[in-house]
C-alpha cells in the first residue's frame, strides 16, 4: 500500500483530504506543520506528500527545500494543496521541487487528478 | 412543466440536433431551462415554454436545443488518446503529410477544453518534419458553449481537471478569480458552429477527429449518420477517436478499432464512402 502524508496547520482539510485520499487507497499520516512533517520522513519516508504552504513554525516551502537535501528525501512526489494561486508562487514550488499543485478549494475529483497526473493513481474513469 | 411540454421538448431536441433527452428528468430540464428563460426575459419555465409555442421562432427553439446538450468536459480527458495523438499519431502524419497541414477537429467540444488541449500537445509534440502545421478546430451545436470556449477563459476548478500545473502556468494568465489561455494557444483553434445530425458533407477533410462522449447523447437512430459523416471527412489513413466505453462497431461498418488501442478508431480499407 502506498503511504501519503497530510501537511497541512487545518485538522478539518486534514480530515477531508485524509478520506478522500483513503478512498484512493493511501496509507496516510498526518503533520500539522514542516518541522512535524520532516520528523515524519525521517523516521518513514512517505510516497506521496500532500503538502499546505502557509503553516506556523515551518512552512511548506521551507519543509520543501529541506526535504530535498534530506537522505531518501528526493523520492516522494510533493503535492501543493494551497490557497496561494499566483503563478510565480507556484513556480517558485514548482523550482523548488513539488511535482504536482492544487490551488485550494479542491475536491475529490481534483485530488484525484491530480494524484493521477503524477502517476501515483490509476486514471480516474471517464 | 406538464407531461405535453416534457415531450415538446424531448421532440424538438431529437428533431434540431439529434438530442437524447430522457422525460424522466425534469431536474435536468429546469436546470437549462430557468437560467435560459430568465435570460430571455420570461418570468418562468412555463412562460419560456408558451412564448416557444406562440413565436415558434427559430432562434428561441435553438437556444432552448442547446440548452440541453452535456457540457461535461475537461482538459487531457482520459488522457491517453492525447498521448497517442503527440507521440504516434503526429509523428506519423508529419512525415506523410509534408508541407500539407495536419488536421484535427474536435468534434462537440463544448466549452473548448479537448481542442485547447489538442494545442497545448501540438506545441510539445517532438519529432515533427520541418514545415509541420497543425491546424485545429473545435465545433459545437450550441452557441454558448462557443462563446466560452473562444474566451480561452476558464474557473480555477476547470483548470484543475486535468491540466498539468506546468501547462497551467506556462500557458495561462491569472485574471481575478479565473485563467485565461495565451493568445498564442487561443490564435491555433477555429471555431465553428456544426450540427453533427445535418449534413456533414461540407464539413472538409480532418485527419483526426475527435468526437467523445458524443455519441451515446445522440439519438440510436442518427448515430450511424454521424460516424458516417465523420468517415467521410477522414482520408483513408486518418483517425477517429471515441470516448471510453464508445464504439463505432454493430452501428457502422466504416470504422475499425485499432488493436491494443481502446477508443481509437481508423477507417475500414473495405468501407467506401457513398459519392
Given at each position: 500500500m502506498k503511504t501519503c502524508l497530510l501537511v497541512d496547520d487545518s485538522r478539518v482539510i486534514r480530515k477531508v483530504a485524509r478520506r478522500i485520499l483513503e478512498d484512493l487507497g493511501f496509507e496516510i499520516a498526518e503533520a500539522s506543520d514542516g518541522l512535524e512533517a520532516l520528523a515524519w520522513c525521517r523516521a518513514a519516508m512517505p510516497d506521496a506528500i500532500l503538502l499546505d504552504w502557509n503553516?506556523?513554525?515551518?512552512?511548506g516551502l521551507d519543509f520543501l527545500r529541506q526535504l530535498r537535501t534530506?537522505?531518501?528525501?528526493?523520492t516522494p512526489a510533493v503535492i501543493f494543496c494551497t490557497v496561494e494561486s499566483e503563478p510565480d508562487r507556484i513556480r517558485e514550488a514548482l523550482d523548488a521541487g513539488a511535482a504536482e499543485y492544487i490551488m485550494k478549494p479542491f475536491d475529490g475529483d481534483i485530488i484525484a487528478a491530480k494524484f493521477a497526473e503524477v502517476g501515483l493513481v490509476m486514471d480516474r474513469a471517464a | 412543466m406538464t407531461a405535453d411540454d416534457i415531450q415538446l421538448l424531448v421532440a424538438l431536441c431529437k428533431a434540431r440536433a439529434g438530442l437524447r433527452v430522457d422525460p424522466a428528468k425534469t431536474y435536468l430540464m429546469e436546470s437549462r431551462l430557468g437560467p435560459l428563460a430568465r435570460r430571455e426575459g420570461y418570468n418562468s419555465i412555463d412562460d419560456l415554454i408558451a412564448g416557444l409555442k406562440v413565436r415558434r421562432e427559430d432562434a428561441l427553439i435553438w437556444s432552448v436545443v442547446e440548452s440541453m446538450t452535456l457540457n461535461e468536459t475537461a482538459f487531457f480527458r482520459d488522457r491517453t488518446p492525447f498521448d497517442q495523438v503527440r507521440d504516434d499519431i503526429l509523428p506519423t502524419l508529419s512525415r506523410l503529410r509534408g508541407n500539407e497541414p495536419i488536421r484535427i477537429w474536435s468534434a462537440?467540444?463544448?466549452?473548448?477544453q479537448e481542442a485547447y488541449s489538442l494545442a497545448m500537445i501540438a506545441e510539445e509534440a517532438?519529432?515533427?518534419?520541418?514545415?509541420t502545421r497543425v491546424e485545429i478546430y473545435g465545433s459545437d451545436v450550441a452557441e454558448r458553449c462557443l462563446e466560452k470556449a473562444q474566451s480561452g477563459l476558464y474557473t480555477q476548478f476547470e483548470v484543475q481537471r486535468g491540466l498539468p500545473i506546468r501547462l497551467l502556468v506556462k500557458h495561462f494568465e491569472k485574471i481575478e478569480d479565473s485563467w485565461r489561455l495565451s493568445p498564442r494557444i487561443r490564435q491555433r483553434v477555429r471555431w465553428r458552429r456544426i450540427n453533427l445530425a445535418a449534413d456533414l458533407s461540407a464539413v472538409g477533410r480532418f485527419d483526426i477527429i475527435f468526437c467523445r462522449y458524443v455519441l451515446s447523447a445522440l439519438e440510436e437512430g442518427i448515430r450511424r449518420r454521424v460516424l458516417e459523416g465523420l468517415a467521410a471527412a477522414l482520408p483513408a489513413d486518418g483517425f477517429l477517436v471515441l470516448g471510453k466505453?464508445?464504439?463505432?462497431e454493430g452501428i457502422t461498418d466504416a470504422f475499425r478499432p485499432v488493436s491494443g488501442r481502446p477508443g481509437l478508431f481508423a477507417r475500414d480499407p473495405a468501407y467506401r464512402v457513398a459519392a
Open positions: 503553516m506556523p513554525v515551518m512552512n534530506e537522505p531518501g528525501g528526493d | 462537440g467540444c463544448s466549452t473548448g517532438k519529432d515533427l518534419e520541418t514545415g466505453g464508445e464504439t463505432a
